[in-house]
């Protein structure tokens, strides 16, 4: 059973180009995260959701747009790639007001 | 600004040792202290926790040790095993309302050695 679950896995993509990462959870959490992790391993939230609206957006450019149908599903769309989006993109859910977060496998985004 | 300092950034232990690894954090808001295992190629899965209002809190061969008034918590792996060998970062948060989150250190790269 896969908890919190992100497609697709690898993504590799020239610079301009626009995509999207997926990401669902099964626990019945209600806040849902995205967190960068760069090439240094460096682990830096970017949004959280709860129940479908926006939370925390960490100063990131709007090149990135998250979005959530619903409280099990937040999906990151990014615009106009650039070199510099090169990182591993986790999702991550958490009940409202427990920061026990549980992440999903991760999503690595390769710009070139 | 980097709220949570985390140390040795890698580190080198023999089958058997004690791992440790230490954090400080600045931020006296916060209250809820978690280390997270990082495996190659996988997420960051919680390990353990503690809250400020215990100074030690031990789950299997992990042990977390709390400082308040240092600001300072740390990680003990004892009887360290090869497949202990990860990433390890620790973390802290604000647990209060819809807008916590965590924030990490910089992460401690282990390596056991048989």
């Known amino acids: 059973d896969t908890a919190v679950s992100q497609t697709p896995k690898y993504l590799v993509t020239q610079m301009g180009n626009d995509k999207s990462i997926k990401c669902e959870q099964n626990l019945g959490h209600d806040t849902m995260y995205w967190y960068k992790q760069d090439s240094k391993k460096f682990l830096k939230i970017m949004f959280s959701?709860?129940?479908?609206?926006?939370?925390i957006n960490e100063t990131v450019p709007n090149r990135f747009s998250p979005k959530s149908p619903d409280k099990a599903h937040l999906n990151l769309h990014i615009n106009s790639l650039e070199l510099g989006d090169s990182a591993v993109y986790f999702c991550?859910?958490?009940?409202?007001?427990?920061?026990?977060?549980?992440f999903g496998q991760g999503t690595r985004l390769t710009v070139v | 600004q980097q709220q949570v300092k985390q140390s040795p950034q890698s580190l080198i232990v023999q089958k058997g040792g004690i791992s440790i690894i230490n954090c400080a954090y600045e931020?006296?808001?916060?209250?809820?202290f978690p280390w997270y295992q990082q495996f190659p190629g996988k997420g960051p899965a919680l390990l353990i926790a503690?809250?400020?209002?215990?100074s030690e809190k031990k789950e299997g061969r992990f042990t977390i040790s709390f400082n308040k008034s240092a600001k300072q918590f740390s990680l003990h792996i004892m009887d360290s095993q090869p497949g202990d060998s990860a990433t390890y970062f620790c973390?802290?948060?604000?647990?209060?309302?819809?807008?916590?989150?965590?924030?990490f250190g910089t992460g401690t790269l282990l390596a056991v050695q048989p």
């Open positions: 931020n006296t808001a916060f209250d809820y």
């Open positions: 503690i809250r400020p209002d215990v």
């Open positions: 973390a802290a948060s604000n647990r209060g309302g819809a807008t916590n989150k965590l924030i």
């Open positions: 959701y709860n129940n479908k609206e926006l939370i």
């Open positions: 991550a859910s958490s009940i409202t007001g427990n920061t026990e977060a549980f």
